[in-house]
């Protein structure tokens, strides 16, 4: 962090995964490893994903997929529809993309590959006469957010 002054407390990591949709896999088949994935249309987010998509398993590989990018957004609510559309495959997080999973509308490509978490953190400034809402916040955000699916 910049200011280090700030009090910051890390509430989490964001699982992420390469995700499709059933109408893109009937299309293009199940990619059974990262270097058959890699051929596949991708959508990008940015600044997250863009030409090159690090990979790792539960043994620490990591390989790297360099895959064409169809198109780049930097909304993940637009990535979401056009992932689900069949436009191709991305890296998204897997508490933003639940529902969709259990629903079977996208489909975790490589289930024992994950792209680098991302994690999550509150900042605030320290002091003695903080308002309680912020320190109730706080406390919220510590108690709940490792509780959302996806995130650890």
């Excluded at 949709?21 to 991708?42: I, R, V």
Aim: aromatic share 8%; no cysteine.
């Amino acid at each position: 962090m910049p200011d280090d002054t700030l009090i910051v407390k890390k509430l989490g990591s964001v699982e992420r995964i390469l995700v499709a949709s059933k109408d893109f896999l009937e299309a293009n088949g199940m990619p059974k490893n990262p270097s058959q994935a890699k051929a596949y249309d991708t959508i990008g987010l940015l600044p997250f994903e863009g030409g090159k998509i690090p990979l790792s398993n539960e043994q620490g590989k990591t390989v790297y997929l360099q895959p064409f990018l169809k198109t780049t957004t930097n909304n993940i609510f637009a990535l979401k529809e056009l992932v689900i559309s069949g436009l191709g495959m991305a890296v998204m997080p897997r508490w933003f993309i639940n529902q969709e999973l259990e629903q079977e509308q996208l489909i975790n490509l490589l289930p024992e590959w994950r792209a680098p978490s991302l994690d999550v953190h509150i900042a605030y400034l320290p002091g003695k006469h903080q308002p309680l809402r912020l320190r109730a916040f706080a406390e919220l955000m510590v108690r709940e957010v490792g509780r959302i699916p996806g995130i650890t």
